[in-house]
């Protein structure tokens, strides 16, 4: 397997954003699906512009993708970012964030878009 050379840069920006708990948190929510931001609102317990300002930055840096859905914006991990490796073997020490967004679908919280 061949193995890719992350710049030094985009590895070190990448480390930084995910140094904050609440990006890190986010970061994990979105590793197997996608999230609204009203999801980690409830989720995270912190303001919609709180939320919204990780956000930006996770997005200006390619980490995550955005999708419309209607009326709502859905984040997803972004799996063709250069520095995804580092991305997914961070995610990979963290505790799983499944059970956070399966308490907010027992509680009617989790939205549903088709």
């Known amino acids: 397997m061949e193995k890719t050379m992350i710049e030094l840069e985009n ?3 990448t ?8 990006r890190l948190t986010i ?7 996608e999230c609204c931001v009203c999801e980690f609102v ?14 930006r930055k ?11 859905k209607g ?10 970012h250069p520095t995804y490796p580092i991305i997914q073997q961070v995610l990979e020490q963290i505790p799983d964030q499944k059970e956070k967004l399966r308490a907010l679908e027992e509680a009617g919280l989790r939205i549903q878009c088709d």
Not at 27 to 33: F, P, Y
């Open 15 to 22: 480390l930084k954003l995910l140094g904050d708990k609440t």
């Open 71 to 80: 009326q709502w914006i859905f984040y997803s991990l972004n799996t063709s």
């Open 11 to 13: 590895a070190a920006q």
């Open 42 to 55: 409830e989720v995270l317990q912190m303001s919609q512009p709180s939320i919204s300002q990780h956000l």
């Open 27 to 33: 970061m994990g929510l979105v590793k197997d699906g």
């Open 58 to 68: 996770l997005r200006d840096a390619g980490l995550v993708k955005e999708q419309r």
